[in-house]
């Protein structure tokens, strides 16, 4: 057996539910984070306070800690566990899978070679080009920055006929560490996102949901819900296009989250990847509570070369991720909360919102205020309790 050491990369609230199900199975946990008051850091075994992107310093602490594996929670922590891997040893993406998936314009081409669908792009780096390229491109169209900017739909946005073209660039560009976005045709239909785990270039998909966004012109995840409405044929297209999908940008040994699309004609069209975990409480205990798989423990294991037994996941009930979300201003005061968390079904809450915080207008999930995880029998029931959840919050504003 591999040392059960794991260097995660990010220790925020949504980082906590992976870490704590590592530590009740017995893994010793060293959290890195450049907050020394992150969440995360508080339940680990051993800490690294620096920016997890400071690769030499990850390697001195995996060294230091005798890592087994390095684990990411954050699209921004892909790379740097990848050659913090690579330097040590370890398993994992390679830093040339884990460029690949924290860039748009090499992940769309690396599903082109492979044959897979996905939209096909129009580069700019200035405001002429990009105007340039929403032309020939048409509407709707979406924008997003080209290079790796933490997710959460962080520089995303629906251009329609009327938008602000120069406003769409600044807000897409403004995420981005170079000037350059990515425009490409907006495909509408019901999104999704599916937990991969790849074992020696064998994958297997444990779940699949379907997602609720917040409404245009930006693109931010509301609910997503487990499992997918999809069944039969149609499920199993989706299953395979996502072990596809991270075969194709290199992934060998290791976690994927994919985000794809079923058409109204009943094709797929695949949209984004990260080679890690789904965030927050995806990998646990949503993916335990949907396919009987922690995916959080499975992934770690896969990692340390511990790894043995077939994953056949086993559909049972459904969850919910909900995110609470309130109208902009100044708040005065929130009430509900304890009361909301108690339901029946909710089983982890979280809300971030207190007297005196601004409530800014809903345009990447760092805007967002917090969540809801609801379990019911079915996907249906879960998202019932999570809006029943919800709708006990009052948020009372200034003025």
Not at 16 to 45: C, K, W, Y
Not at 126 to 138: I, K, N
Not at 198 to 218: H, I
Request: hydrophobic share 40%; charged share 25%.
């Amino acid at each position: 057996m591999k040392q059960k050491t794991l260097v995660i990369l990010g220790g925020n609230i949504y980082s906590v539910p992976s870490i704590a199900t590592l530590n009740e199975h017995g893994f010793r946990t060293v959290v890195v984070d450049g907050n020394p008051q992150a969440p995360g850091m508080r339940i680990a075994h051993a800490c690294g306070e620096f920016d997890f992107r400071d690769v030499e310093k990850g390697i001195e602490l995996a060294k230091r800690e005798n890592a087994g594996a390095v684990i990411p929670t954050h699209d921004r922590a892909v790379l740097p566990a990848a050659l913090i891997s690579q330097s040590l040893g370890l398993r994992g993406p390679s830093p040339v899978a884990a460029r690949t998936a924290t860039s748009k314009k090499l992940m769309r081409q690396a599903w082109c070679a492979a044959g897979l669908p996905s939209p096909a792009i129009r580069l700019a780096d200035s405001r002429d080009s990009f105007a340039h390229a929403v032309r020939e491109t048409g509407f709707p169209a979406i924008c997003k920055p080209t290079d790796d900017v933490g997710g959460g739909s962080r520089g995303v946005r629906k251009i329609e006929a009327d938008a602000d073209l120069n406003d769409v660039y600044a807000f897409a560009s403004s995420f981005s560490d170079s000037p350059e976005v990515l425009v490409e045709p907006y495909f509408e239909g019901l999104e999704h996102s599916a937990e991969v785990l790849m074992r020696g270039g064998e994958g297997v998909t444990l779940m699949v949901s379907d997602k609720v966004k917040t409404p245009p012109p930006y693109r931010v995840d509301k609910s997503v819900l487990y499992p997918s409405r999809l069944n039969g044929a149609a499920l199993e297209n989706v299953k395979r296009l996502a072990i596809k999908a991270a075969r194709a940008v290199g992934l060998v040994d290791g976690a994927a989250h994919v985000e794809l699309c079923t058409l109204p004609d009943g094709s797929q069209m695949l949209f984004e990847i990260g080679l890690r975990c789904g965030g927050g409480a995806t990998p646990h205990p949503i993916a335990e509570l949907t396919s009987g798989v922690n995916e959080m423990v499975e992934y770690a294991e896969i990692l340390l070369g511990n790894s043995k037994r077939s994953l056949v996941p086993n559909h049972s009930r459904g969850a919910v991720f909900h995110f609470i979300t309130a109208s902009p201003g100044k708040i005065k005061e929130v009430s509900g909360f304890e009361i909301a968390a108690a339901l029946p079904g909710i089983i982890d809450a979280y809300c971030t919102a207190k007297p005196g915080d601004t409530v800014r207008g809903l345009k990447t999930s760092a805007d967002r205020l917090g969540y809801f995880v609801s379990a019911g029998d079915t996907a249906e029931e879960a998202h019932r309790r999570a809006l029943d959840a919800e709708g006990e919050l009052l948020f009372e504003y200034e003025g």
